[in-house]
């Protein structure tokens, strides 16, 4: 009995060594990854106002999501009686504001006609998922309303959400109501994507010519003098400065008058600011997509 309690004893006393914690042992070091191939990274757009004369993104770039919005065309042709018009408003503006820049500054021209855009919505935000459903939303609003005739009437200034940019542009008249017809049927595809829906009491307009803004001065630091001075503006990446636009803290007060004096006539001339408004387009990302209007609405 007494050899029985002795090897019992030997054995307990042998598991309370193994229990006793070990000497620590050195971590093991982690093996970094190899860079992946430079064909297989997927490059983020980098924002510099350098390359769009100052202009910057109004909503920061998300990877998967596109910029898309829908507009009526309007075709204007090299030395047609609208883009001579247009062409003397805006060289008119530039005597007024010299650092005015004309829309087609960023190179919308293929040398025989220039494009001008009526916007039916405001800047929309896709997924990828999202965008053929929308390009078949907008299809189905065409095959719905016919083609309407649309006329220029006056002058006016807008400035963006932003208040980075304002805008001389030429409001229509005729053609109001079933512009409005058409935001209304875009409306409940624009809720589906909780999308904001256009403006409540729109103003359909095309912009003939932009302004870069200078940021809003505190009331306290406001000086006649220099209200329509124009004022550096820097664009810089990750903080390095890159180069220096001009901005303004408005229009001029007499700009629009003085446009509506001198080519008010003109622009609401049948021959000059009156057109056919035929299809949609549909733009997401830098595709462009075109429906015809070919309904009985």
């Not at 997924?127 to 002058?155: G, L």
């Amino acid at each position: 009995m007494a050899a029985q309690v002795a090897l019992l004893a030997d054995y307990e006393s042998s598991d309370d060594e193994d229990a006793k914690p070990s000497a620590a042992k050195p971590p093991v070091k982690k093996r970094k990854l190899p860079p992946l191939a430079s064909n297989l990274v997927v490059s983020s757009p980098v924002d510099n106002p350098a390359l769009h004369q100052g202009r910057t993104r109004s909503n920061p770039h998300v990877e998967g999501q596109w910029a898309s919005y829908v507009y009526v065309p309007l075709k204007v042709a090299r030395g047609s009686a609208l883009d001579t018009l247009l062409g003397d408003i805006f060289r008119r503006a530039q005597m007024l504001v010299p650092t005015i820049h004309s829309i087609w500054d960023n190179g919308d021209d293929n040398g025989k006609e220039r494009e001008l855009h009526i916007s039916l919505t405001r800047p929309v935000y896709l997924r990828a998922h999202q965008r053929d459903e929308f390009k078949t939303a907008v299809r189905t609003i065409c095959r719905a309303y016919r083609t309407f005739a649309a006329s220029f009437t006056n002058f006016a200034e807008l400035t963006n959400d932003e208040r980075t940019r304002t805008f001389l542009t030429v409001e229509l008249g005729a053609g109001h109501k079933e512009l409005e017809a058409l935001c209304s049927a875009l409306a409940p595809t624009l809720r589906l994507y909780r999308q904001q829906e256009f403006y409540d009491q729109p103003r359909f307009h095309t912009s003939v010519a932009w302004a870069l803004l200078s940021p809003p001065t505190p009331p306290e630091h406001t000086h006649s003098d220099t209200a329509h001075t124009a004022t550096p503006e820097s664009g810089s990446i990750s903080g390095e400065t890159v180069t220096t636009f001009e901005t303004i803290p408005y229009f001029p007060q007499d700009l629009i008058s003085t446009l509506a004096q001198e080519f008010g006539a003109a622009l609401l001339s049948r021959h000059v600011g009156t057109f056919e408004a035929e299809c949609l387009c549909v733009k997401i990302g830098k595709e462009v997509t075109q429906y015809g209007l070919c309904g009985d609405t």
